[in-house]
């Protein structure tokens, strides 16, 4: 499938070659797509600018799963047909079998060149066949190896990770490990497809990095500044809108329950906030086009006016990216408390080069800084985090409760005489709708919730043994959960 479609640049002040490329504020920290290889080396250019040597370590993390190669100087990716034009969730997927499906891949391209006359076939998003003239052929290994020549220092890191969950604990790791060494300064660049939630969420994790160094290397010093304030330049300080409601502030129950359990688990859950919000969109502060906090709250949204089919998936989707932001909560309390232990973990014969003589206290390089133990360590320490997560991620109220005096009037109704009653029925059912969908702005996305809700409702009172009827009619797919079908089939038999 060719990476590259119409549209795909969603954001001001495009970069050629490479969609949605952005920094985020306060960090030397940037997300984009999958770039051309003409867009890989107008990234850099623009990475490095005038200050920046282009000989320096310059990190590319790229969070995909599906392998790529470069037809034409564009990249095009492999992907099961199932997957053409959606979010690629392909399981399991580890560096190592990422790289040898990236070989196969340019294997299997070289031969149907081949053997179709120097063209390749191609799909875009939309399934839209393509035929492609092969005039040159690359691997992603291939492009980066090619790009060393002019960016020695680059150092191009896969960490292939799933779109809506969390990654793995390793995968934070990964990261983790390839960043210890670097300088607060070293830029940091992060790819998926398009530059979407991917992309963010290894951003998010680059920019949580860079607080640890920030932290560790400079609090001590910080301190010994006459007329600066330590305190007010602590993230967890943070402050959310207080009028944004509970789902976009990420208040979610079993975000409680990890915030009770973590040790300063609030401060962790203001400072994960901070960073998500500057990865996010221009109303929270960010630059980028995926907001994972507010994201879920959108979803939730949409769920309400979605049928059943529909809800079941993004139902999956939802408790997946709770399950995200809850670890990356948890990543933050280990990143704070990784802080804490390097600046007092220092060798005692280089105690006396990095301590401060006004306070005595250790300011450490940046690139000289080591993590105690790992994330995956940090969350066996704190067991039952896992399982915590596993079963809370779906405590949400799925659908709205009709109040008690509504749903009584309306029952009562039904059993008095439920088809003489059957049109005060309906204008009670959307007379209660309108109340309780108040919240919601008007247009499409509210006409439709009110008649999600009424078809529901209608098919929650009806009497026996009409409701038996009804009910079968809808297992045999006779009629579906739709309130005009219930009603011709209550009252004319059918659909």
């Known amino acids: 499938m060719a990476d590259g479609f119409d549209k795909i640049q969603k954001l001001p002040d495009p970069v050629p070659g490479c969609p949605n490329f952005r920094r985020v504020p306060g960090f030397k920290v940037y997300c984009c797509g999958q770039p051309t290889i003409a867009g890989f080396e107008n990234v850099l250019n623009k990475v490095c600018g005038d200050i920046y040597p282009k000989d320096g370590p310059i ?3 790229n969070l995909r799963q599906e392998p790529n190669v470069y037809v034409n100087g564009d990249p095009i990716c492999a992907r099961p ?40 076939k191609a799909v875009d998003i939309n399934k839209k066949e393509l035929e492609i003239e092969v005039k040159e052929l690359k691997s992603l290994s291939q492009v980066i190896e090619g790009l060393k020549e002019k ?26 490990k390839t960043l210890v060494g670097t300088a607060i300064n070293t830029p940091v660049i992060v790819n998926d497809q398009v530059g979407l939630s991917r992309a963010t969420t290894g951003c998010v994790i680059a920019c949580l990095f860079k607080e ?19 305190s007010l330049l602590k993230t967890d300080r943070y402050v959310m809108n207080p009028e944004k409601d509970t789902l976009n502030r990420g208040e979610f129950e ?18 994960a906030d901070k960073i998500i919000d500057l990865n996010g969109t221009p109303k929270t ?17 949409s769920y309400e006016i979605m049928d059943d089919a529909a809800q079941a998936f993004l139902k999956t989707k939802i408790m997946d990216n709770i399950q995200k932001y809850f670890y990356l909560i948890a990543f933050t309390a280990y990143i704070r408390e990784s802080a804490a232990a390097a600046r007092e973990v220092v060798e005692a014969d280089q105690k006396a080069a990095v301590a401060l003589p006004a306070s005595g206290k250790c300011s450490i390089p940046a690139a000289q800084l080591k993590l105690g133990k790992s994330f995956v360590t940090f969350l066996s320490e704190n067991a039952g985090l896992d399982d915590l997560i596993d079963t809370g991620k779906g405590n949400l109220q799925w659908e709205r409760d009709i109040p008690p ?5 309306l029952e009562g109704l039904a059993a008095k005489d439920f088809k003489g009653n059957l049109g005060k029925i309906i204008h009670d059912i959307y007379q209660t709708a309108h109340v309780m969908f108040s919240d919601m702005p ?16 209608l098919m929650r009172i009806l009497p026996q043994p009409l409701s038996k009827e009804i009910e079968a009619k809808i297992e045999q797919k006779a009629i579906t959960l739709d309130l005009y079908e219930i009603l011709g089939a209550c009252t004319w038999g059918q659909a």
Not at 218 to 227: K, S
Not at 254 to 271: M, Q, R, T
Not at 289 to 297: M, S
């Open 405 to 409: 005096a509504a749903l009584a009037n």
């Open 442 to 457: 008007q247009g499409d996305h509210k006409k439709r919730a009110k008649y999600r809700f009424a078809s529901k409702t």
């Open 81 to 120: 047909p199932n997957k053409i034009g959606e979010y690629a969730e392909l399981g399991a997927i580890t560096r190592d079998i990422q790289k040898a499906n990236e070989e196969e891949f340019l294997k299997v391209c070289e031969k149907r060149k081949t053997e179709n006359g120097g063209k390749l």
């Open 212 to 230: 640890f160094q920030i932290s560790a290397s400079f609090e001590g010093l910080v301190e010994t500044v006459p007329g600066v304030n330590a």
């Open 285 to 301: 502060g960010g630059t980028g086009i995926k907001q994972l906090r507010e994201n879920i709250a959108e979803s939730k949204l």
């Open 254 to 271: 079993v975000v409680k329950e990890l915030i009770s359990k973590l040790k300063d688990g609030a401060g962790a859950k203001n400072n």
């Open 59 to 61: 990190i590319w993390f």
């Open 151 to 176: 960016f020695p220092g680059l150092v191009h890191w896969r960490v292939p990770v799933c779109n809506s969950a969390a990654p793995l604990a390793a995968d934070f790791d990964n990261i983790c």
